[in-house]
C-alpha cells in the first residue's frame, strides 16, 4: 500500500498538506473524511487516528497525525526543492519559528472568525453576539499587523525570497476568514500582493481547487441534531 493521506478541504491544515503534495509531484491515495459530517469521529477512523482528527498520514504501516509532523515527514521523504524547509540553520530556523508562532495566534484567529462569522450561525443554528464577533474579528486584524511587521516586513514571502512551508500554511489560514467574507486583505496592500506571490508559487489552479470547499463554507446545510450534538463539545474546546 503506498501513500495515503486522510483529508477534509474544509480543514486548514489538510489543505496544507494536499496542495505541498500535489505540487511536488508525491503520489498519494486521498481518503476523504467529511469533518461536516462526523465521520473524524467514528470508530473506523479512530483505527487510523485515534486523535479523532485529520489531516492524517498512512504510509504502509506507518502512521502519522500532525499536519506539521506530515509536511516535515513529506519534505524529509521526498526530494522536494530546498526552500520550502531549507538546510541553512538559520533560514531553517525562520521557518521553524513562523511554524512555533501560528498555532495559537494566526491559525487560533482564523479558526474563531470562520465559526463565529458563518460555521456557529449557518452550520450549527447557534447564534452569535454582535459583541463577540466584533471581539474576534478585532483580535484578528490585531494578528494581522503582527504577520505583517514580524515576519512578512518588507520580503517577498514570510521568512525570505523564496515560498516555504510558513507561506504554505499562513495562506491556507487566511483563507478560512476569506472563506467567511472577511475582507482580510483589504488595506492591507503588502500582505494583498504577498498573497498574489505564493498563489503564483504553487500555482493558481491548485490553489483554487484547494480552496474550493472553503470559499463555499457559507453555502453549507445546516447540521442535523445528532451531527450537532457530537461536534458542539469538539467544536467549543477547539475555538477557546
Known amino acids: ?48 487516528n485515534p486523535l479523532k482528527k485529520v489531516p492524517a498520514l498512512r504510509d504502509g504501516d506507518f502512521t502519522l497525525t500532525e499536519s506539521v509532523a506530515i ?24 521557518v521553524d519559528e513562523y511554524l512555533a508562532w501560528q498555532h495559537t495566534t494566526l491559525r487560533r484567529n482564523c479558526l474563531r472568525a470562520l465559526w463565529h462569522k458563518v460555521m456557529f450561525p449557518v452550520f450549527l443554528g447557534e447564534p452569535v453576539s454582535p459583541e463577540m464577533l466584533a471581539a474576534t474579528l478585532a483580535e484578528l486584524d490585531a494578528t494581522l499587523q503582527l504577520l505583517e511587521d514580524k515576519f512578512l516586513q518588507n520580503k517577498a514571502f514570510l521568512t525570505g525570497p523564496h515560498i516555504s512551508l510558513a507561506d504554505l500554511i499562513a495562506i491556507t489560514e487566511l483563507m478560512h476568514p476569506v472563506g467567511a467574507g472577511c475582507q482580510v486583505f483589504e488595506g492591507r496592500p503588502k ?10 508559487a504553487v500555482g493558481k489552479d491548485l490553489f483554487q481547487e484547494a480552496h474550493e470547499v472553503i470559499l463555499k463554507a457559507k453555502d453549507s446545510p445546516p447540521a442535523d441534531l445528532i451531527i450537532k450534538q457530537k461536534l458542539m ?4 474546546a477547539m475555538i477557546q
Open 233 to 236: 463539545p469538539r467544536v467549543l
Open 71 to 94: 509536511l516535515l515527514y513529506l519534505n524529509r521523504k521526498y526530494k522536494v526543492p530546498d526552500h520550502w524547509y531549507p538546510q541553512d540553520l538559520q533560514a531553517c530556523a525562520r
Open 191 to 200: 500582505l494583498a500582493a504577498w498573497r498574489q506571490r505564493v498563489e503564483a
Open 1 to 48: 500500500m503506498g501513500l495515503e493521506l486522510y483529508l477534509d478541504l474544509l480543514s486548514q491544515p489538510c489543505r496544507a498538506v494536499y496542495i505541498f503534495a500535489k505540487r511536488n509531484g508525491i503520489p498519494f491515495e486521498l481518503r476523504p473524511v467529511e469533518l461536516r459530517k462526523g465521520q473524524h469521529l467514528s470508530d473506523a477512523f479512530a483505527q487510523v
